[in-house]
């Protein structure tokens, strides 16, 4: 699974203000099915009960939002210093920071709240108290986390990530394999990754600020896409795809046996963003 530094230096290009705005602006998170699919399987937590760490969690606090009223320590951890930084001005409650609220309070209601400005805060407060830490990661190299962060936690979510940076089903395994480590026995591992069953349109927006052709179509087949995808502003030079059931047999051969798992489309006319999103909830055993 390797990569050379000139690719690892690109990530540094991630504009996380544009992935912020296209994707977790107003009325974005309602296209998510993943989300209530989330919510569901927090419900099962007691308060305060659970250690979580949110690798390659870009700069979106979505899961951290679902999560806060269960954990008592949560880490943030990516590999792109731009997303560590629009997390860490969130926490300092830098004016300029991103507004997650109306996200928040999406959430909140999803969970049976009324979702007002009060629980909005309260919400808020308990993301900021129980956000511990945000960290560098990389999970191309051996140790994938800093020294004192590597766990056992007792969820470990990983949305959108490794479809990023793996080229084939053997460096897949070999990911899986390293996030494996960090959860502990009977702890859980929420894998969300771009799976083959669409086409991937690139948005309007997008291309006009890459210079690219409008109505430009990647045709996706499983396995490794060497064309340009888009997303936050950032040229990635090859996007990886496979079958949910590929990565069901993946995950069981890391010693994970599949709790639930579910696949949906999602589909943005603002942006043109069509995409097949598998989610894999797994316990390891």
């Keep these: 699974m390797a990569t050379t530094h000139e690719d690892k230096q690109k990530y540094d290009s991630f504009d996380a203000n544009v992935y912020l705005k296209d994707f977790c602006g107003p009325g ?157 026995s009977g702890g859980y591992l929420i894998l969300l990754s771009s799976t083959v069953r669409p086409d991937y349109h690139l948005s309007e927006e997008e291309q006009k600020r890459k210079n690219e052709p409008i109505g430009e179509v990647v045709h996706v087949e499983a396995g490794y896409v060497p064309e340009a995808k888009y997303i936050g502003g950032f040229k990635y030079q090859g996007f990886f795809y496979e079958s949910i059931s590929t990565y069901v047999k993946l995950m069981k051969s890391c010693d994970f046996t599949v709790v639930k798992q579910f696949e949906y489309i999602c589909n943005d006319p603002s942006t043109k963003y069509t995409d097949g999103i598998g989610i894999l909830i797994c316990k390891k055993l």
């Design 28 to 184: 974005k998170i309602e296209l998510y099915a993943s989300i209530p699919l989330y919510v569901e399987f927090f419900s099962q937590f007691s308060d305060n009960s659970i250690e979580m760490l949110d690798f390659g969690g870009g700069p979106s606090l979505l899961p951290l939002i679902i999560a806060a009223r269960k954990v008592t320590h949560y880490i943030h951890a990516d590999y792109a210093k731009n997303n560590r930084t629009a997390v860490e001005r969130w926490l300092k409650k830098d004016p300029d920071s991103f507004d997650w609220r109306e996200n928040v309070r999406y959430i909140l209601k999803l969970e049976g709240n009324s979702g007002t400005d009060e629980e909005v805060t309260e919400r808020e407060d308990r993301m900021r108290k129980v956000l511990g830490e945000v960290v560098h990661c990389d999970i191309l190299v051996d140790q994938v986390m800093p020294p004192g962060f590597e766990g056992p936690f007792d969820v470990v979510s990983c949305l959108s990530c490794l479809d990023c940076v793996c080229t084939s089903v053997d460096s897949l395994r070999e990911a899986i394999g390293k996030l494996s480590r960090l959860v502990r």
